[in-house]
């Protein structure tokens, strides 16, 4: 077990949840606050976390409602993915110097079991990419492109949010397994020239016309057999007009609807379904982490190739975490929003 050093921090600086938003989240909602820290247990380490996610599906976990992941406590430190250095520990499994992964995120430093933490493989990516293309983002494309909507090589593939830290990955996956087309959704033209630098073969800002619309020019007379969902609503709509006979659909997110404060319609052409003989299945990450190793051997392969490239989107200082997390909301980063500590 590592030595404790006597200049450790004793406490942390953290972001808590300081009341419950109401349609978009705003300053107010959130409070930087200090707290101390634990001491450490035997089979604990101390974390200075280097980088923290900040992610879509937290939205979800501000409101108190029963859901897949319990909400995010009043008054108390949010948590979300983060990568650090472990600069105590009373484990015999992580020593001192060891990058980790692990979901104590919103805070500085972080105390926690040293099973709760996973090893960064640093000699494959920078710490920052186990957040993103090799962590639980990189994990969700890629489950949800092979084990859920079962891509098969000759796929036409269609994916909303494609400038996401997700959707980008989807589609360069896609393409590096064979995929006979490509289409990605965004929401601002340089993020629809981003999308064609990484090899999407059509791209299109849904803000240019109804989505309907471009989706049925970009997929030409071929169609589409795979949709990834990250944005629901309309994209969900248009999707299922174009698909093909035993087309498939990933629904990984609806960001189109986190801060709706009325319920939004149910796409109104669902009866679709029906004659082509449709799949749509929800997923989450947490149902496939048995694919973790297959994927980081096979998703590092094609990184250090440059077969496949990833974006990120870097936010300086705990205190901006929250503005961040609201422009993620607002589709200002390109890749994974990350904030830097």
Known sequence: MSTENTNLPTSTREIQLASRPHGRPVPENFRLAESALPELQDGQVLVRNLFISVDPYMRGRMNDVKSYSAPFALDAAMEGGAVGEVIASRSEDRKVGDTVVHSLGW??????????????????????????????TGLT???GLLKVAD???????????AAGAVGSLVGQIAKAMGASRVIGSAGTPEKVARLLELGFDAAFNYHDGPVRDLLKDAAGEKGIDVYFDNVGGEHLE?????????????????IA??????????PRN???AIG???????FLVGGYWQYMGEFVEKVSGWIADGTIRYDETIVDGLE??????????????????????
């Open 107 to 136: 805070r500085e430093y972080a105390v926690l079991d040293a099973g709760a933490t996973s090893p960064a493989r640093t000699d494959l990516a920078p710490a920052s990419a186990f957040l993103g293309a090799l962590g639980m």
């Open 141 to 143: 494309a890629y489950a």
């Open 151 to 161: 891509f098969k090589p000759g796929d036409a593939v269609f994916v909303s949010g």
């Open 238 to 254: 248009a999707a299922l007009s174009v698909m093909n006979v035993g087309g498939r659909v990933a629904m990984c997110g609806a």
């Open 257 to 266: 609807q986190y801060n709706s404060t009325e319920p939004t319609p149910a």
């Open 270 to 272: 669902l009866m679709l």
């Open 276 to 282: 082509k003989q449709l799949t749509l299945k929800g």
């Open 320 to 341: 901006n975490a929250p503005q961040a997390f609201m422009d993620l909301l607002d589709g200002a980063n390109t890749g994974k929003m990350l904030v830097r500590l």
